[in-house]
């Protein structure tokens, strides 16, 4: 396939992967070819004057005119661009299209002779920092990254938790907090549930971040910064960490449901709402939704579970007759085979000893809540 680009016209781009890989050089082709042998997960895009006959049967995309017009609708669809083109070239191209750090594609420049791999946009949330070093590994050649917390090797806030699936609660102070950290001012952090393996580096941690046992004592300790890991929901004297703090909500709750055929989407999901804001729990932290293999095609459960990306869960009459039930149930023994639903299920899935909630019943709903411990 060969575009030709123009000014006004919207290239034909035929996108199959992940990531774009873009060369008007002939080195840069050479070196182009190269990386896509590695990277199966690219398409390659080259101008056509370079082309060698075989770009049909490698899936290669070729294009004549200015590789500029091309990159809008690169950004739209590509979650990476890795750039044989000078650094300079690629600034001036990009810039007109930038929009926000949460939605710019990662972009990644390599030189023309393939020495340097350098991170330019969106280094963390977009992942230029890690492709950065993918593409530099697979070419022998010397990776840049200029990003402050990955060069002195620091928390880096923006990502904290990230490969856990840790998302925090709003991004006011990301930048702020993000500062005192590579500034080297006090950092408190405070860690309730999660996992505990974040740190990702192997040196220390640097002196000017603290772990503290709980708030109470980060607050006593007048940092100058925070980063809270919590399921829980803050408390009003709690939230005074917050005036230059971070909260990160780590996958941690797990919700068992049990549930009248033909409940509604609404009412699972009203239900489940409510019991958490009683509980003090945040919807962020939410991880599955567990049930017994009979609602396997609840369609009201299949949808909230789909609405907030949850993992739906489920369990045999015998996998759940085997777990710890308080409350053992006759009746629904007679209907489903298992003593309990909920409960049992969420106590599978969890692990947890003791369960925020064993069991509430609410219309149509019983729900039970655990917390996934960690050690």
């Given at each position: ?85 000078s650094l300079g ?176 989407a609404l009412e ?108």
């Amino acid at each position: 396939m060969m575009m030709e680009l123009q000014e006004g016209i919207q290239p034909s781009i035929v996108q199959k992967n992940a990531y774009a890989i873009v060369a008007i050089t002939k080195h840069g082709v050479d070196i182009s070819r190269r990386l896509h042998k590695v990277f199966s997960n690219a398409d390659v895009y080259y101008m056509s004057k370079f082309e060698k006959g075989d770009e049909a049967d490698r899936n290669i995309q070729l294009f004549s005119g200015s590789v500029r017009l091309l990159l809008p609708e690169l950004f739209r669809q590509y979650k990476g661009i890795v750039m044989i083109i000078s650094l300079g070239a690629v600034v001036r191209m990009i810039a007109p299209i930038l929009k926000d750090k949460k939605t710019d594609p990662a972009v990644v420049v390599i030189d023309d002779r393939g020495e340097n791999v350098i991170s330019v946009l969106s280094g963390h949330l977009g992942g230029a920092n890690e492709l950065t070093k993918e593409v530099a590994a697979s070419l022998g050649a010397r990776p840049i990254i200029t990003t402050a917390s990955d060069v002195q090797k620091t928390i880096p806030v923006d990502l904290f938790g990230s490969r856990f699936g840790w998302v925090w609660d709003s991004p006011e102070k990301l930048t702020p907090v993000s500062a005192s950290v590579v500034n080297e001012e006090p950092v408190a952090v405070v860690q309730e549930s999660g996992e505990p393996d974040w740190w990702i580096y192997d040196t220390p941690l640097p002196e000017n971040i603290t772990i503290y046992p709980s708030i109470a004592e980060a607050i006593d300790a007048k940092p100058k910064a925070a980063l809270i890991v919590t399921h829980r929901l803050l408390t009003k004297e709690e939230e005074i960490i917050l005036e230059n703090g971070v909260v990160f909500r780590p996958k941690t709750v797990a919700i068992g449901i049990g549930c009248n055929r033909g409940t509604s989407a609404l009412e699972i999901e009203q239900v489940i709402c409510e019991t958490l804001a009683e509980l003090h729990i945040s919807l962020k932290s939410v991880k599955a939704v567990c049930t017994i293999d009979l609602k396997k095609d609840e369609a009201g459960l299949l949808e909230v579970a789909k609405k907030y990306d949850w993992e739906f869960i489920y369990y045999s009459p015998a996998e759940l007759n085997e777990a710890k039930i308080e409350a053992p149930s006759e009746t629904v023994f007679k209907y489903t085979g298992a003593y309990g639903v909920s409960e049992p299920a969420v106590r599978l899935y969890s692990k947890a000893q003791q369960l925020e909630l064993v069991k509430k019943k609410s219309g149509n709903v019983t729900i039970s809540v655990g917390v996934i411990p960690f050690k």
